[in-house]
C-alpha cells in the first residue's frame, strides 16, 4: 500500500493538478496550513483526507504529521505545485512490486517556469528523496527540510514536474518567507556571517548557476531565475547579519 502526502496553504490554482496526478495511491492526505481559499474544498472533492494543521514555520513538522498518519508501508511525497507523471507512476508500481533491498528513492524533478522548462542552472540537477518506507526514518530542518532514512536508498530515472512561481510577485513573496526562515536557523545553529558573506555569496551563487550551470541557455527564465536565487542567497545573509547585530 502506497500512501501520498501533500502539504498545502491557499493552493486553489495548483492543488487540482497535483491531487489528479497521485489518484492511483491507495490514500492520500493532505496537511493544509489553515487555507482561507478553496484549497480545502477541492481537495476533499478529489476523495483525499484533509487534516487541518497549522506550519507554524516547520516544514519537518508538517510532513512528519503527514507520515505519521499515513496508513500505507509506502509513502510519497508530492508538493501542491507539483505533479506525478504517468511514466514515473508507471515507474514506482514497478519498482514497489519488486523486492529491491531499497528503502526509499530520490526522484528527479524538472521545474517549469515562465512558459519554459529549464534544462540547465540550478533547478536542472535537483533530486529530492520523496518516496520511501514510512518506517525508514524522519524528516528533519525547518525549513529547506530534508528526509533522513536509514538503508540502502536508489534513484528513479522519471522524473516529476514542478511549477513553482507563476509570477514574479509570488517568487519574491515566497523567497522572503524562506529566507526568513533560513536565516533563524542558522542564527539558531550559531552559524557566523562576515559583511563580505553578504556580497561573496549571492554573486558567487549568480556566477555558478547562470555561468558555470550554463542557466543563460534557458533564455529569460533562466536569468530570473538565477537572479532570484542569488537575491534569496543575499537576503539570507542580510536578515542573519541582522538578527546578530540585533544581540551584540
Known amino acids: 500500500m502506497i500512501s501520498a502526502i501533500v502539504l498545502s496553504h491557499n493552493d486553489q490554482d495548483t492543488i487540482r493538478q497535483c491531487l489528479s496526478s497521485v489518484l ?3 490514500e492520500v492526505i493532505v496537511v493544509d496550513d489553515n487555507s482561507t481559499d478553496a484549497t480545502i474544498g477541492i481537495a ?4 483525499a483526507k484533509v487534516c487541518i494543521r497549522a506550519l507554524n514555520d516547520d516544514f519537518s513538522e508538517q510532513r512528519n504529521f ?9 509513502v510519497l511525497f508530492v508538493d501542491s505545485d507539483e505533479a506525478i507523471t504517468e511514466d514515473l ?7 514497489l512490486n519488486k523486492e529491491t533491498g531499497k528503502v526509499g528513492y530520490f526522484v528527479k524533478r524538472n521545474d517549469y517556469f515562465m512558459g519554459s522548462w529549464l534544462l540547465h542552472g540550478e533547478t536542472a540537477n535537483v533530486r529530492l528523496l520523496r518516496l520511501a518506507k514510512k518506517e525508514s526514518g524522519c524528516w528533519q530542518r525547518p525549513v529547506h ?3 533522513v532514512v536509514k538503508g540502502s ?22 523567497i522572503n518567507s524562506y529566507s526568513s526562515l533560513q536565516a533563524k536557523l542558522l542564527y539558531r545553529d550559531n552559524v557566523r556571517v562576515y559583511w563580505w558573506h553578504i556580497i561573496a555569496y549571492p554573486a558567487g551563487k549568480f556566477f555558478v548557476n547562470y555561468i558555470w550551470r550554463l542557466g543563460f541557455l534557458d533564455g529569460t527564465a533562466g536569468a530570473v531565475m538565477a537572479i532570484m ?8 545573509r542580510a536578515k542573519l547579519w541582522q538578527l546578530r547585530d540585533r544581540k551584540t
Open 24 to 26: 492511483w495511491c491507495d
Open 66 to 74: 503527514g507520515l505519521f498518519n499515513a496508513k500505507g508501508d509506502w
Open 44 to 47: 476533499k472533492k478529489t476523495g
Open 89 to 95: 507512476q508507471k515507474e514506482i508500481r514497478q519498482i
Open 229 to 236: 536565487m542569488s537575491f534569496h542567497s543575499f537576503l539570507v
Open 145 to 147: 527540510e530534508v528526509w
Open 153 to 174: 536508498v536508489g534513484e528513479l530515472n522519471k522524473p516529476f514536474h514542478h511549477f513553482p512561481h507563476p509570477n514574479v510577485a509570488q517568487f519574491l513573496e515566497k
